[in-house]
């Protein structure tokens, strides 16, 4: 049930187990005096917030991407960087560590839904796929210059303003191929903004490799020491994501091996998943999380 007091929405969340939670990209302005009560109460700490927290006004379902710092419109842009400024203002206020972002969009020809539609009809390998699929990374790249100057300038303003507060951005990995960024821009990306984190998505991730694009667990390790934080979610392909860990096809043991250093992990469930599921999702984090 879609919780409408956000004291209660935490003290729900407390009950269940945990001692920590993210603040996403889901919460309304009215769900934000009841989430200052439970937090005045200590009922919770929160760990991380992911932009934008709260949602901006008119919008009122999660909405991390109603603006980009891709948007070639410059009001656009500053809207973005606006609200972003404010989830971290409201980050440092609550003692959080980072604020998760999403960097942008392509307006591609082929979307990541028409390779999920061909992995669906087992077409993976077929020679229609592999040629949308070059067609496509050449296409990204092509727009990917001219949108990165864009993203680039929102970011670096950004990261010096989250600097002042103490909090860490996290550029979170994408599941798209029309999204900022793929794989390959990784490595430019932090060579430009030294101060950059990287927050890593599992299913995210997972999707890609399902799709072929990418080695999931090879690419998680080439990023492990930039790594801030995770959002935890299993995956099934070609589809289905935010599934409970153990569920689906990650094998997140794997990863673990990886690890430098102590990030971030916040368990990103669907909202269909039923109280009891949960419980035995944080169970099953107990005794298969890194130690």
């Known amino acids: 049930m879609r919780h409408t007091d956000g004291l209660a929405m935490l003290e729900e969340l407390a009950g269940l187990g945990f001692e920590s939670v ?3 990209h889901g919460i309304r302005y009215s769900l934000w005096p009841g989430i200052l009560k439970a937090l005045e109460n200590k009922i919770v700490r929160i760990c991380s917030m992911h932009n934008f927290c709260p949602l901006p006004l008119g919008y009122l379902k ?3 991407n109603c603006y980009e710092f891709s948007d070639p419109r410059s009001s656009g842009r500053q809207l973005a960087v606006k609200y972003t400024k404010q989830t971290i203002d409201h980050a440092a206020e609550f003692g ?3 604020v998760v972002l999403h960097l942008g969009s392509l307006p591609l020809k082929n979307p990541n839904s028409k390779f999920e539609r061909l992995t669906a009809r087992n077409q993976l390998c077929s020679r229609r796929y592999v040629k949308n699929k070059i067609a496509a990374m050449l296409e990204h790249e092509k727009k990917f210059e001219a949108a990165w100057p864009r993203v680039k300038g929102c970011l670096a303003e950004l990261l010096e303003y989250a600097k002042g507060k103490k909090i860490r951005l ?9 999204e900022i960024p793929v794989e390959s821009q990784w490595g430019r990306i932090f060579e430009e903004l030294p101060d950059a984190g990287y927050w890593h998505d599992f299913g995210h991730s997972a999707r890609k490799d399902c799709l072929g694009f990418i080695d999931h667990e090879s690419e998680f ?11 935890v979610q299993d995956f099934k392909g070609p589809d289905h994501d935010h599934m409970i860990p ?4 990650v094998p997140f043991k794997q990863f673990w091996a990886h690890l430098k250093n102590e990030p971030l992990f916040v368990l990103e469930l669907s909202p269909r998943v039923p109280k009891e599921k949960v419980e035995t999702c944080l169970n099953w984090w107990k005794k298969n999380g890194p130690r």
């Open 96 to 98: 959080a560590k980072a």
């Open 170 to 178: 996290g550029l979170e990995s994408r599941e798209g191929i029309e």
């Open 246 to 249: 153990g569920d689906g096809d």
């Open 221 to 231: 390790g080439k990023r492990a020491a930039r790594l801030i934080g995770c959002h």
């Open 62 to 64: 999660p909405a991390p």
């Open 22 to 24: 993210e603040l996403s």
